[in-house]
């Protein structure tokens, strides 16, 4: 007589690897040294916040952990990594999208994220278990970056590192340059994720119809730079513990660049050992640079932050790789799941086996960021969406649903 198979729990638990939080505005001051204190005041009273995510009544959701652990728990979520998103002190807009600082802007913009990463600690302190914080860095001064990755990870924050977008024209160095090896060394070190959160990376456009489509276009490819200029610049090769996760860029596109990606290395490489082609002043010492190709690395090193996933992509699940797809619900934005999780689930994920729902919606989170999985099966066992209820299709989007996830004739990305 043979063990019967144990069947699965009635519940998913569901760890969102993409949310966002900060502070209310003058909520920051304490966190910031005294000496800035009078800065601080004269910048808080002239600042006119412009997001309207930011804006009562909804805008505590970034802060007020009691309502934020209710709502997300109310949507089938037990935990989250927990990106930025209100403004850190001097700053002009969030600081996922706002530009490098200038040489005078530089101490004030260091400052105010430190701030929002020792905001972030105490955040996460309230809900310990539930909670990934990430901590941002500014790239211009690398010993302090290094500095404040070790403090960061000792405070608690297992989400990671954000790492800053390095548009075309930055003040900063590319993200291939071997001038980020201690950043990698430190990362790789302490097992500290390295995020590259989308939306971060492009030039600044202006505001004109134009150029918000021009954004809408491109935003994307700007922040998957991040992947190709890791690879090619040999950070893998150098720091084979080193982790990339790439959040809120979509998950479709990753296939297909992942092929291009290799094709030119194979071009490349070979180009290297064949002196006569045009192609090999660029080839020359790449092989040397970056060790495995770039698919080997994704294997090895990559994750995706994939948020809302969309129906359309989850037929590449397998070619992305089931081990790296890692959902989320982008919560508190418009263009969120809340409160409409299961259903954006459903959309998704209907008539898939378990196993691969279980490991797409919580395990590979858990796995990256350090979740206690058993911990949190237990409040998903109350809590979290009906393993039932997401294996069925979604005839129709709910009223009012505004996300994304929704959107019917999504086609995937060439990036």
């Not at 007589?1 to 969102?16: A, K, L």
């Not at 993409?18 to 004269?42: E, T």
């Not at 980020?180 to 492009?202: I, K, M, Q, T």
């Not at 660029?282 to 040397?288: D, I, K, Q, R």
């Amino acid at each position: 007589m043979t063990d019967r198979q144990t069947p699965p729990p009635e519940r998913y638990t569901v760890i969102s690897a993409d949310c966002h939080a900060g502070a209310d505005l003058l909520d920051y001051r304490p966190y910031l040294a005294s000496r800035h204190h009078r800065a601080f005041d004269a910048w808080a009273a002239d600042y006119v916040n412009p997001f309207a995510d930011l804006q009562a009544p909804e805008a505590d959701r970034n802060w007020d952990s009691d309502r934020r652990l209710a709502e997300l728990e109310q949507d089938g979520v037990v935990a989250e990594v927990v990106f930025p998103n209100t403004v850190p002190p001097f700053y002009p807009s969030t600081s996922l999208t706002a530009a490098q600082p200038t040489a005078e802007e530089y101490e004030l913009r260091w400052a105010g994220l430190q701030a929002h990463n020792r905001w972030m600690a105490d955040f996460c302190g309230l809900a310990p278990g539930r909670r990934a914080g990430t901590f941002q860095i500014l790239l211009g001064d690398l010993d302090a970056a290094v500095a404040e990755v070790r403090r960061c990870h000792a405070a608690g924050l297992t989400g990671g590192v954000v790492l800053p977008g390095v548009p075309p024209g930055a003040p900063v160095p590319e993200l291939y340059s071997a001038v980020y090896d201690p950043l990698w060394a430190v990362c790789a070190e302490l097992g500290v994720p390295v995020n590259h959160h989308g939306g971060s990376a492009g030039p600044v456009l202006g505001e004109e119809p134009a150029a918000r489509a021009v954004f809408m276009v491109e935003t994307t490819w700007f922040s998957h730079r991040a992947l190709w200029h890791l690879v090619f610049g040999g950070a893998f090769r150098r720091f084979p513990e080193l982790r990339l996760v790439l959040t809120e860029q979509g998950s479709g596109w990753i296939p297909g660049v992942l092929d291009m990606l290799d094709y030119y290395h194979r071009r490349l490489v070979g180009a290297a050992t064949r002196a006569s082609t045009a192609e090999s002043k660029f080839g020359a010492g790449l092989a040397e640079a970056m060790g495995a190709g770039p698919r080997a690395v994704w294997e090895r090193n990559c994750f995706v932050g994939a948020s809302f996933m969309r129906a359309h992509e989850v037929p590449l699940r397998e070619r992305i790789g089931l081990d790296k797809i890692m959902w989320g619900s982008d919560f508190p934005h418009d263009e969120g799941t809340y409160p409409y999780t299961t259903e954006a689930l459903r959309t998704a994920y209907a008539g898939l086996p378990f196993a691969e729902v279980a490991a797409m919606v919580g395990g590979n989170a858990a796995r990256v960021y350090g979740f206690d999985l058993p911990a949190l099966d237990t409040l998903a066992a109350k809590a979290g969406p009906l393993v039932d209820q997401v294996a069925l299709p979604l005839d129709a989007p709910p009223p009012g649903a505004t996300s994304p996830a929704f959107a019917t004739g999504g086609s995937v990305r060439v990036w």
